[in-house]
């Protein structure tokens, strides 16, 4: 039987409500809740399989491995954080999980735009500085339907699909824009390049992955090109906006507001500016941590790795 080792499985078992039968079934598996780089050469001999979530493992490092590793499995869709060509050069194969958090992202996205249009935040800050004049007299915080507003979606993968899946629901119209542009069925969902999506939409929503070519893809003149009513949206990776343009143009009220799940860098420092900031709700890179997600996410690393023994791998990135 193959041996596995999880060098950080912590940072997908936090609450210690996930079951790992799935693995134990097909793998002689060790569980480290976290590991740090001095730790995992150690940790890797005489395992065949190494699964990591979000952790370095850059060059200098994988090249130590001895010839026992075989295949590194991403517990997750985003797999910047490896040094795939260093571990190519080793024969090393990589593979992720992509898929196994789309419904929980969209939800996440979707639960960003559902807030901006209510004001939620708005009103419970109102509320906790003592401020109840929302009860006794009228509205006084923007209150607007998704119907008929612009969506645009920067990445029309698994997760920018569930997201215009949910927001038709909801009445709205979508642009996408993406690196091969994609043919749409619906009419109200179109193709267009990155300035005209920008220029157009009520919403931007990323749902890109981070590679060079996306790496600050919003700064200040992309931002600039946005509606002064906009609100931006982030569950990818931080550094897809260019944070440093971003703070500005959310102060100076360029446009309307942001959610960012993901920072550039994470976690941010604690004098962010971006913490204090009335027009804007951070969250702590929550849209893949509901428990299905992270069961699944179980269940589908042992998909991999089975495939794998079987001369058949899956989900490879090299």
């Not at 979530?53 to 517990?75: H, M, N, S, T, Y």
């Amino acid at each position: 039987m193959h041996k596995t080792v999880f060098l950080n499985a912590a940072k997908i078992n936090f609450d210690g409500n996930l079951n790992f039968s799935p693995l134990e079934s097909i793998t002689e598996i060790t569980l480290f809740d976290h590991s740090n780089h001095d730790e995992i050469l150690e940790r890797v001999k005489g395992h065949q399989v190494v699964i990591t979530k979000e952790l370095p493992l850059p060059g200098e490092l994988l090249r130590q491995f001895l010839p026992d590793v075989k295949l590194i499995c991403e517990a997750g869709t985003g797999f910047n954080n490896i040094d795939i060509a260093a571990a190519t050069e080793k024969g090393i194969t990589v593979c992720n999980v992509p898929g196994y958090s789309t419904e929980a992202v969209a939800q996440l996205a979707i639960t960003f735009m559902l807030n901006f249009c209510s004001s939620l935040i708005q009103q419970q800050y109102m509320i906790k500085d003592g401020n109840l004049s929302n009860f006794s007299k009228h509205l006084q915080v923007p209150h607007v339907e998704m119907q008929n507003k612009t969506l645009g979606i920067l990445g029309a993968g698994s997760i920018g699909r569930q997201v215009i899946k949910i927001a038709r629901a909801f009445g709205m119209n979508v642009l996408t824009y993406s690196r091969t542009p994609k043919r749409w069925d619906d009419p109200a969902v179109q193709s267009v390049s990155l300035e005209e999506l920008l220029q157009q939409s009520d919403f931007v929503s990323i749902h890109s992955p981070l590679t060079t070519e996306t790496k600050y893809l919003i700064d200040r003149s992309k931002l600039k090109l946005m509606k002064p009513t906009a609100f931006l949206i982030n569950t990818a990776r931080g550094a897809i906006i260019k944070e440093e343009d971003l703070i500005p143009a959310l102060q100076n009220g360029e446009i309307a507001g942001a959610a960012l799940d993901v920072q550039d860098p994470e976690p941010p420092r604690p004098d962010n500016p971006l913490f204090t900031m009335d027009n804007v709700i951070l969250t702590p890179h929550i849209g893949w941590q509901t428990i299905e997600s992270r069961q699944r996410l179980v269940n589908l690393l042992a998909q991999n790795i089975n495939a794998f023994k079987q001369g058949k791998p899956l989900n490879t990135v090299n």
